[in-house]
């Protein structure tokens, strides 16, 4: 049993002894089966209007176990640092927010290893309605090109711009958002579809190797030599991915854009080797 388990064991516990608790769900890896020593524990928890007044995070958090440390981060929950560096992920909410939930896209697991505490029933029937998967737009092409292909364009034209004037850091971060999408186009292009919320999540099991070893050369340092070869290799993938999804869909890719910025990296890279050069 990893400390974790133990952790989950302890927040069943008390949920179950707080009165005021009215309901509460675990969520992520552990609640889908597909944990590790690594993972995060999750939890929503929702107290009654009364009870919520009274709560202060840390303190119910350590309860559970002594924390290192806890912070509220920019989404709302409370983030407890339990022993062995193990996070922990707690919305407190209250009672009146439990059919926000209808809102989720997906659950991510099955009802009956999510419920926690569910003392008015309220809380299950609202569950049972969210579909346990998100599934992407695969059956409406216009609509996948738009959302992902079309993004990664334009991600990676602002991150050669960012790079070409120097701006490294800036660059690396929009090369990120090219990342990200190149993650989706892959996982449409092989039909992979699973942890879509978060595509990069399993990605190294559910991707090809091939694709896998590409999206590695589409990562770079916050550096110029290393932001180009980024680049070049996320244009690469990129027109190779927007490819299969264009042919399933009787669709093309947009080959002028492309062959231009390529044309612009073979430049910056013809210049970068005269400097080189010249510098020896």
């Known amino acids: 049993m990893v400390f974790q388990e133990e952790l989950i064991e302890r927040v069943r516990s008390a949920c179950l002894a707080d009165d005021g608790l009215d309901s509460a769900l675990m969520y992520g890896s552990f609640a ?6 690594h993972s995060d524990i999750e ?21 559970i176990a002594p924390l290192t440390y806890g912070l509220p981060n920019e989404f709302g929950s409370y983030v407890a640092f339990f022993p062995g560096l193990v996070r ?25 290893r999510m419920v926690v505490v569910d003392r008015r029933g309220a809380l299950e029937s609202v569950l049972r309605d969210v579909p346990e998967r998100y599934l992407p737009p695969v059956d409406d092409p216009d ?25 490294d850091l800036r660059a690396w971060d929009a090369l990120g958002h090219v990342q990200r999408h190149l993650v989706w186009m892959a996982r449409l292009a092989e039909r992979s579809t699973a942890h879509w919320l978060t595509p990069s999540r399993g990605a190294e099991r559910e991707l090809s190797p091939t694709t896998v070893a590409q999206l590695r050369a589409s990562t770079g340092a916050a550096a110029p030599e290393a932001l180009f070869g980024a680049l070049r290799g996320a244009l690469r993938l990129g027109t190779h991915l927007w490819q299969v999804l264009a042919e399933r869909a009787n669709r093309s890719i947009p080959t002028a854009l492309f062959d231009e910025l390529g044309t612009a990296l073979d430049k910056r890279a013809a210049a970068a080797g005269q400097k080189a050069n010249r510098a020896r």
């Open 88 to 112: 922990g992920e707690f919305h407190f909410a209250t009672s009146d927010e439990i059919g926000d939930v209808a809102d989720w896209p997906a659950r991510g697991a099955a009802v009956e």
């Open 143 to 167: 609509e996948a090109i738009a959302a992902y292909c079309d993004r990664f364009a334009n991600w990676l034209v602002l991150a050669f711009h960012l790079a070409s004037r120097g701006e």
């Open 43 to 63: 939890f929503w928890l929702f107290f009654t209007p009364q009870r919520s007044a009274e709560i202060d995070p840390y303190s119910w958090c350590s309860d």
């Open 32 to 37: 889908a089966g597909e944990a590790d020593e």
